[in-house]
T-cell receptor, first 113, second 112 residues
Framework: DTGVSQNPRHKITKRGQNVTFRCDPISEHNRLYWYRQTLGQGPEFLTYFQNEAQLEKSRLLSDRFSAERPKGSFSTLEIQRTEQGDSAMYLC???????????FGPGTRLTVT | TQLLEQSPQFLSIQEGENLTVYCNSSSVFSSLQWYRQEPGEGPVLLVTVVTGGEVKKLKRLTFQFGDARKDSSLHITAAQPGDTGLYLCAGGSGQGAQKLVFGQGTRLTINP
């Protein structure tokens, strides 16, 4: 399978704990995106990378959120001191640098209890 | 702030009927994409339209981009139960897709 992969698929954590998600993009794709989707809504943009550079961050990405793409390949999204409002599906997508199409992974479902 | 509004939000019809889903904005987008999403999975890209007035067909699905590139529609002919899912439109701006702005989705149910 050469699509976008995300791990874990599901994560249940207690409020106040830290969590980290991983995204592996399609191998030749330079751009990598993170989105968040809550129940009944479309995905909302969080941040994106071109190679290892983080080029844009949404104001939705509070100080508790940090994303990295250290070698321009896989990316991690960390949420510190989780809150119940962080419960959502976290989606990763990738694209070519000048490509219009973004291809999504299966997502990580986070539940904060 | 760019927003996309989809209508209807919910649609339940019988197998064999036709339907149209609308995606509207007051903003101009350089591209418009349609995705379908199954429960617990990520969105799957169906089509990208980039030119005002452009029409693309994917089997029984017809996608149109408005002349002013502010709106789009998805028409399904002779709907089948396998068409059931959440349909999302997403607008892109700038070079490449950069960030996508999504509508809230249309949840479509096709009853056998």
């Amino acid at each position: 399978d050469t699509g976008v992969s995300q791990n874990p698929r599901h994560k249940i954590t207690k409020r106040g704990q830290n969590v980290t998600f991983r995204c592996d993009p399609i191998s030749e794709h330079n751009r990598l995106y993170w989105y968040r989707q809550t129940l009944g809504q479309g995905p909302e943009f969080l941040t994106y990378f071109q190679n290892e550079a983080q080029l844009e961050k949404s104001r939705l990405l509070s100080d508790r959120f940090s994303a990295e793409r250290p070698k321009g390949s896989f990316s991690t999204l960390e949420i510190q001191r989780t809150e119940q409002g962080d419960s959502a599906m976290y989606l990763c997508a990738s694209s070519l640098a000048r490509g219009l199409e973004q291809y999504f992974g299966p997502g990580t479902r986070l539940t904060v209890t | 702030t760019q927003l996309l509004e989809q209508s209807p939000q919910f649609l339940s019809i019988q197998e064999g009927e036709n339907l149209t889903v609308y995606c509207n904005s007051s903003s101009v987008f350089s591209s418009l994409q349609w995705y379908r999403q199954e429960p617990g999975e990520g969105p799957v890209l169906l089509v990208t339209v980039v030119t005002g007035g452009e029409v693309k067909k994917l089997k029984r699905l017809t996608f149109q981009f408005g002349d002013a590139r502010k709106d789009s529609s998805l028409h399904i002919t002779a709907a089948q139960p396998g068409d059931t899912g959440l349909y999302l439109c997403a607008g892109g701006s700038g070079q490449g897709a950069q960030k996508l702005v999504f509508g809230q989705g249309t949840r479509l149910t096709i009853n056998p």
